[in-house]
DNA sequence: GTCTATAGAAGGATAGAC
DNA sequence: GTCTATCCTTCTATAGAC
């Protein structure tokens, strides 16, 4: 491939990734993403065939990104209560500057599970559950989390810092009203969230 | 109008509702929803003339549904503790029945936070926020929660029980990987989650 | 590799008969 | 009120010149 070739290709696949995210699969058009690239839309299908199969492309690469967000802090060397104020830090920071990603991929993939399950058939997706249990097996104890209802507190330490984003639209509308700045309650989640999660864990003891 | 017209009308809402719900506003097609009516394309328009005031009808009940769910538990004459069981026994009950309205809802409103807009222009959003203050000021003071971090307390109860439903398509791939059951996992969290924010507040003491 | 032009299908909306 | 038939626009996709 030629330079020229990975130029405009990626002009296409960023091009394709705002209008996608924006609009989603069914309200994306060919045409509006070829306006975004500055090229013409015979050349989206030059480089991608379908509608489809370029949406395949930057649905599995936002999918991973996001996803493998998550993984990193669980292996690093800290305490769990370290690991929270470091994830939440990270992550809302990470999805501050990608808002529209977290609605974007849970309704895509609400439509069609089927690009999830594609997505990681090839990964261990229990891997999250027994660094979790293994590397903190003390202090789960101590706090009577059990393996059992270690997929409530995964859910419950996503949903923490994820739905905010999900709701976006939701909390911009009802903060504006209330003169709060969605921005600054961001900034306040990344203390407020592990703080909540680190006294409700503690509370079981 | 005669019974007749109210049951064809009414035929088109369901049918309306099913499938915006499950296709979202521009994955749906007038066909199916004909279709699914039993009866003609032509027939829909001539009770709701396009396809967007279908929609706007479909969206806004189930809208008002949705959010007026969260208010009746607020005005509830017990300790904030009880309101919280109470309140997650309840909706994550109403949510396992219309298990995709929080996907729906959210993200319509994403694409479009106008319709939030024109929803709630007569209401008093902050209700919500002087209820929780008013009627529990001395709970709340006890557990250092502060009129300026009720947003953050406000967005996390909702988060615990609404979450899971806008990430359902996760949750049901990866849970099954792993042989849990989603309804199993709903059902523990209508004790989890109260008893997690509980906790939370609490360990603010 | 990139463009213009256009095919071909689908979808929203309407006309008009009953 | 309900149906059939059809219009018209929009959209994906391709053909073919350069």
């Given at each position: 491939m030629s330079t020229k070739d990975n130029q405009t290709e990626e002009k296409i696949f960023e091009a394709a990734t705002t209008v996608f995210v924006e609009k989603g699969l069914d309200g994306a058009r060919m045409q509006e993403i070829a306006d975004q690239a500055g090229i013409n839309k015979a050349l989206l299908h030059y480089?991608?065939?379908?509608?489809?199969?370029?949406?395949?492309?930057?649905?599995?690469?936002?999918?991973?990104?996001?996803?493998?967000?998550?993984?990193?802090?669980?292996?690093?060397?800290?305490s769990l209560e370290d690991?929270?104020?470091?994830?939440?830090?990270?992550?809302?920071?990470?999805?501050?500057?990608?808002?529209?990603?977290?609605?974007?991929?849970?309704?895509?993939?609400?439509?069609?599970?089927e690009r999830l399950k594609k997505l990681i058939s090839g990964y261990e997706v229990d891997k999250l559950w027994r660094i979790l249990e293994e590397q903190h097996k003390e202090e789960l104890q101590k706090f009577n989390i059990t393996y059992r209802n270690i997929p409530q507190l995964m859910t419950s330490i996503a949903a923490l810092s994820v739905f905010p984003f999900a709701a976006r639209g939701i909390f911009e509308v009802?903060?504006?009203?209330?003169?709060?700045?969605?921005?600054?309650?961001?900034?306040?989640?990344?203390?407020?969230?592990?703080?909540?999660?680190?006294k409700a864990i503690k509370g079981s003891a």
């Open positions: 480089y991608y065939r379908t509608k489809e199969r370029l949406f395949n492309a930057v649905f599995e690469k936002l999918a991973l990104i996001l996803f493998k967000r998550f993984a990193p802090v669980l292996d690093a060397n800290m690991k929270l104020r470091f994830f939440y830090r990270e992550h809302i920071d990470f999805l501050k500057k990608n808002r529209s990603l977290p609605s974007f991929i849970l309704n895509e993939i609400n439509r069609n599970p009802i903060f504006e009203k209330q003169g709060i700045s969605f921005d600054d309650y961001l900034e306040e989640r990344k203390k407020f969230a592990p703080e909540f999660v680190i």
